[in-house]
T-cell receptor
């Protein structure tokens, strides 16, 4: 069964550094998402992306964050200047369509640790 | 704003027994979608079951079924004949049928299966 893949599985970065988290969505999916889960807290929506532009974003997704689909397969989340509070699990998801009945398929996540 | 509440941080069940995980939500919308996701130690978020709010019939997927009570805004997950592989964090999630694409998540319930 096709899967969403995320790399790396664990990223350790110094505070203030830029970090790029990578995701390869399922190939025929058109909608892409990023979520994060701070340890011990709820999963939180960050952003959704369709047709090469952001379709929705949360308050968390401020100017420090950006997303990009640099080629036909990758979907990246960039954090420009990382802060300690950015430490979390970051999940990428994709769905076949924006139809709300279609489930979002998730990757294994990237654990981001900011030192 | 919509919220999702899972009041059981942890549940345990004997192998082969039945367990019910509770989920309540708050919304002013009449049309929406509800999901249960499973997150095993491998971290991948796996869709277990979904329910459309306009459907009165409770969704069923093999050993997994839901008890959807729209008036009470309750969406519990029943796992029958529990297996060791069912051990995981279980998350309840809500998705609006309006313009939002994001999933809104509960805090999760850790399910322990006793052999």
């Amino acid at each position: 069964e096709p899967e969403v893949t995320q790399t790396p599985s664990h990223q350790v970065t110094q505070m203030g550094q830029e970090v790029i988290l990578r995701c390869v969505p399922i190939s025929n999916h058109l909608y892409f998402y990023w979520y994060r889960q701070i340890l011990g807290q709820k999963v939180e929506f960050l952003v959704s992306f369709y047709n090469n532009e952001i379709s929705e974003k949360s308050e968390i997704f401020d100017d420090q964050f950006s997303v990009e689909r640099p080629d036909g397969s990758n979907f990246t989340l960039k954090i420009r200047s990382t802060k300690l509070e950015d430490s979390a699990m970051y999940f990428c998801a994709s769905s076949e369509a924006g139809d709300r009945t279609q489930p979002q398929h998730f990757g294994d996540g990237t654990r981001l640790s900011i030192l | 704003a919509q919220t999702v509440t899972q009041s059981q941080p942890e549940m345990s069940v004997q192998e082969a027994e039945t367990v019910t995980l509770s989920c309540t939500y708050d919304t002013s919308e009449s049309d929406y979608y509800l999901f249960w996701y499973k997150q095993p130690p491998s971290r991948q978020m796996i869709l277990v079951i979904r329910q459309e709010a306009y459907k009165q019939q409770n969704a069923t997927e093999n050993r997994f079924s839901v008890n959807f009570q729209k008036a009470a805004k309750s969406f519990s997950l029943k796992i029958s004949d529990s297996q060791l592989g069912d051990a995981a964090m279980y998350f309840c999630a809500y998705r609006s049928a309006m313009s939002n694409y994001q999933l809104i998540w509960g805090a999760g319930t850790k399910l322990i299966i006793k052999p």
